[in-house]
């Protein structure tokens, strides 16, 4: 019936032909225009950094010649809006309809209501679909039509919902709407400029972007790592997990056909009564559910890329220290375990989650830092950056979810290195300075007698940095400022039921308290072309109506104080537990029960997002000002020639060829 329908097909973070639901869609209607919009204004501070910038070159070059082989041509478009680029593809071919695949963090849902309801507005039929997740954010709510804050009881459910997930099959042929005429060269995108080049050039020996590198790189993985995945996954240096990240965060890899693939896999190693291979199929499949989670916690708690879960972290002392920051980045803190992950971020584009987590830990523990800065850092220099697994992860160490570390946790890097580095073979391969250092002391130089330092050629605080600060100290101001955040929210309570003036300001956001969002899931404004298939967006219902925190025990209070607080909820599972090896990522061990209260009041689309453009983009000390020198910093002589990186001519996959710790 509609077979002359002329549709835009309009290519994000689904840079694939299989199982890609927008483009199948149109592919039975009628001629397709395929486009790509590059506007990087409207990502405002999430404009992606250079790594992450050559990988989507590379990944669009090979859609692009994928598209070309079915018939069509992908539109490659620079527009200062991407609703002008849409309006512009619209009116060169007469398309009647722009289809699209979901997206869902903060930004983009933004910009994604806004222009479908624009073009509804304009008489243009709007289909999107879920492309990129299992569960789709507002299918998945607790008992009392809340949304979860705990990854474990929300992978339950969604375990357990009878629904087998679809997939779509590739589309054989295209017919190309004809008329375009605004096409640009992929080029000419300035993805990777001239002084990236050389560096870039690096990430292409372990790293090939495009869909069936995708598609080979996950083979390889099922058929032969995914066996041993609940063991191999605990090492950091060496090709212990799969390597996904980068391919699953552009869409290049349909997550449908994961979850298929993997749970034939655990089905048949049941039958077989192999325990290893089940138990390594449902550590892998929890992994995919963190990434559904983080979709799920950016929908509907859309301000948390900018504020922590719990809310009592705004109360917290940071120390915006530049100075601390740019040893963090540099790999110069004098920690060797911290300092050999930050270089290999640096110089690969990748690191292993619990690397991830150690170098973030330090950031947030040892130096004070704003997460946010660290969260904003690794979404500058990570292949795989992707805001909401960033924000996921930041928000889990440093003790903004009811779920992941606790604020007052502190592990020591040098205890980690022995735990997961024994023989010092990580460290050696990032800090060549250190490369002579015995095993025993490769993770406290520092401690080292003088004769050992001299027999390995490492003089401290001269080629490689005394420790930036002292575990004891570092304790210390920890407790310190958890001490001065407790006082700051017990007064501004205080101040609240007292009905007295006092006021007491939040040190990174002094006009907003904000308490955990309830998920209202519910159209702001139904578009007249909507379908039960199409993107939802958070609520504004309710928006004003603040109440108490959903958040963990404070130290300092009673048990009676905790009691009420847990009766008050209406959740039935208010003490939960991410379990340690387990929680396929994010913790290596979550040590304590954690409480929580519940909340009542709905999120609004966040502040920032509807002006990215132009909006400050943290409400914490911006570190968006260190943007460009810090890539100068980390990127010249400081990493290749003081520290001896230049020949570390490796990237991801095949540097990591350690001995299992
Ligand atoms: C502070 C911090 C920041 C992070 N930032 C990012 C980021 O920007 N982009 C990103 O993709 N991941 C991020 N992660 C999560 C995790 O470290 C990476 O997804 C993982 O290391 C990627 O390697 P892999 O594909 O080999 O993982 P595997 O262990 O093979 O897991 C398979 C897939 O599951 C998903 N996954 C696994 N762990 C997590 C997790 N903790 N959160 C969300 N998804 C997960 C990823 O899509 C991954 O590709 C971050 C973690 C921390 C602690």
Known sequence: ?????????????????????????????????????????????????????????????????????????????????????????????????????????????????????????????????????????????????????????????????????????????????????????????????????????????????????????????????????????????????SLLSPYLHFGELSIRKVFQSVRMKQLVWKNEQNTVGEESATFFLRAIGLREYSRYICFNFPFTHERSLLSSLQYFPWDSNQAHFKAWRQGRTGYPLVDAGMRELWATGWIHNRIRIIVSSFFVKFLLLPWQWGMKYFWDTLLDADIESDILGWQYISGSLPDGHELERMDSPQVQGFKFDPEGEYVRQWLPELARMPAEWIHHPWDAPLSVLKSAGVDLGSNYPKPLIDMDLARDRLTEAIATMHGKEAAGKAAVTDGTDEVVFDNSEPHEKVAVSKAVTRERKPCPASSSHD???????????????????????????????????????????????????????????????????????????????????????????????????????????????????????????????
């Open 535 to 661: 993107q939802r967006v958070p609520s504004m219902r309710n928006a004003n109506s603040m109440i108490q925190n959903r958040k963990r025990p404070n130290p300092g209070e009673d048990g009676r104080a905790l009691k009420d607080n847990l009766n008050s909820c209406n959740i039935g599972k208010q003490v939960s537990k991410m379990a340690d090896e387990d929680l396929c990522s994010t913790a290596e061990s979550s040590s304590s029960k954690k409480a929580m209260t519940n909340s009542r009041i709905s999120f609004s689309v966040p502040r920032n997002c509807s002006s990215m453009s132009t909006s400050a983009p943290y409400p914490v000390p911006d570190s968006s000002d260190h943007n460009d020198s810090w890539h100068e910093e980390v990127g010249t002589g400081e990493m290749s020639s003081k520290n001896g990186t230049s020949n570390l001519q490796i990237s991801g996959k095949q540097i990591i060829h350690e001995e299992e710790s």
């Open 1 to 241: 019936m509609e077979k002359k329908c002329k549709s835009i097909v309009w290519f994000r973070r689904d840079l694939r032909i299989e199982d890609n639901p927008a483009l199948a869609a149109v592919a039975r209607d009628g001629t397709v225009l395929p486009v790509f919009i590059w506007c990087p204004k409207e990502e405002g501070p999430y404009h992606p950094g250079r790594v992450s910038r050559w990988w989507l070159k590379h990944s669009l070059i090979h859609l692009q010649q994928s598209l070309r082989s079915l018939g069509a041509e992908l539109v490659v478009i620079k527009a200062e809006t991407t609703l002008s680029a849409l309006l512009d593809c619209i009116s060169a071919v007469g398309a009647t309809k722009v289809v699209y695949n979901h997206l869902y963090d903060p930004i983009s849902l933004v910009r994604d209501h806004n222009i479908k309801q624009k073009l509804v507005e304009l008489g243009i039929e709007v289909q999107s679909f879920n492309g990129e997740l299992l569960f789709e954010p507002w299918e998945v709510y607790d008992d009392n039509e809340q949304a979860f804050t705990t990854f474990n009881a929300y992978w339950e459910k969604c375990m357990n919902v009878q629904k087998d997930p679809v997939s779509h099959l590739p589309p054989w042929r295209l017919a190309l709407a004809e008329g375009a005429g605004m096409n640009t060269s992929i080029e000419a995108l300035n993805l990777e400029n001239e002084s990236e080049k050389s560096s870039n050039a690096l990430l292409g020996r372990g790293w090939s972007p495009g869909w069936s590198s995708a598609d080979k790189t996950f083979t390889e993985f099922v058929e032969h790592h995914l066996l041993n995945y609940s063991k191999d996954r605990l090492n950091v240096g060496r090709n212990s997990t």
